[in-house]
Nanobody, 118 residues
Framework: QVQLVESGGGLVQTGGSLRLSCAAS????????MGWFRQAPGKERQFVAS????????VYEDSVKGRFTISKENAKDTVYLQMNSLKPEDTAVYFC???????????WGQGTQVTVSS
């Protein structure tokens, strides 16, 4: 079973930046894609970004395009989310997850809190 651990969250002011990391361990790691999701209090979990593991093709939710960048280091089994120009509406717990080509996300981390103050 793959274990995922997110890190890098914190409290920043509007316009600030954070880089989130998600490290995988526990078994051979070769997913089709890795994704970032977020969930704010009282709201549903929301897709943020994803990247394919072999090709590095990325997809972003519209509200983060141009501000967030997803990247990976295959040799470290790690995916990153660089977040720039942060807004209060970005405040949420951020989760990383793995998926296969034609299935849903099947492994999740415990999340890291991102809080953006006005």
């Amino acid at each position: 079973q793959v274990q995922l651990v997110e890190s890098g969250g914190g409290l920043v002011q509007t316009g600030g930046s954070l880089r989130l990391s998600c490290a995988a361990s526990g078994r051979t790691f070769s997913p089709y894609a890795m994704g970032w999701f977020r969930q704010a209090p009282g709201k549903e979990r929301q897709f943020v970004a994803s990247i394919t593991w072999s090709g590095g093709n990325s997809v972003y939710e519209d509200s983060v395009k141009g501000r967030f960048t997803i990247s990976k280091e295959n040799a470290k089994d790690t995916v990153y989310l660089q977040m720039n120009s942060l807004k209060p509406e970005d405040t949420a717990v951020y989760f990383c997850a793995t998926r296969e080509a034609f299935s849903g996300y099947n492994a999740w981390g415990q999340g890291t809190q991102v809080t953006v103050s006005s």
